[in-house]
Nanobody
Framework: QVQLVESGGGLVQAGGSLRLSCAAS??????MAWFRQGPGKEREFVAA????????RSADSVKGRFTISRDNSKNTVYLQMNSLKPEDTAVYYC?????????????????????WGQGTQVTVSS
């Protein structure tokens, strides 16, 4: 089992920034990701990265604004969110999986991740 604990959500004005953190513990995971679920919407992929390489993958809707990064010494993954928009309002979830991934093929599908955090609310006001 992998335990994931998110933090850093909150209320911010449009154009502002927030940084989410996800602390992982338990079984070693291979890939980490952020998903989000807005009001009345399906949960959608935001960004992903592995623990062993520097490659990342992001949704088109957040490219240039959101950055995923990690601190291996703290077993923590971050999501730096800049230039926030009201449409970024959602519950943000950290996800992890321990299965191997192919190089340059970080998964973006929800079902590909076995472990999930409890979620943290991000609200962007206009």
């Amino acid at each position: 089992q992998v335990q994931l604990v998110e933090s850093g959500g909150g209320l911010v004005q449009a154009g502002g920034s927030l940084r989410l953190s996800c602390a992982a513990s338990g079984r070693t995971s291979v890939v980490m990701a952020w998903f989000r679920q807005g009001p009345g919407k399906e949960r959608e992929f935001v960004a992903a990265m592995s623990w062993s390489s520097t490659g990342t993958r992001s949704a088109d809707s957040v490219k240039g604004r959101f950055t995923i990064s990690r601190d291996n010494s703290k077993n923590t993954v971050y999501l730096q969110m800049n230039s926030l928009k009201p449409e970024d309002t959602a519950v943000y979830y950290c996800a992890a999986d321990s299965r191997p991934v192919r190089p340059f093929s970080l998964p973006t599908v929800r079902d590909r991740y076995a472990y999930w955090g409890q979620g943290t609310q991000v609200t962007v006001s206009s």
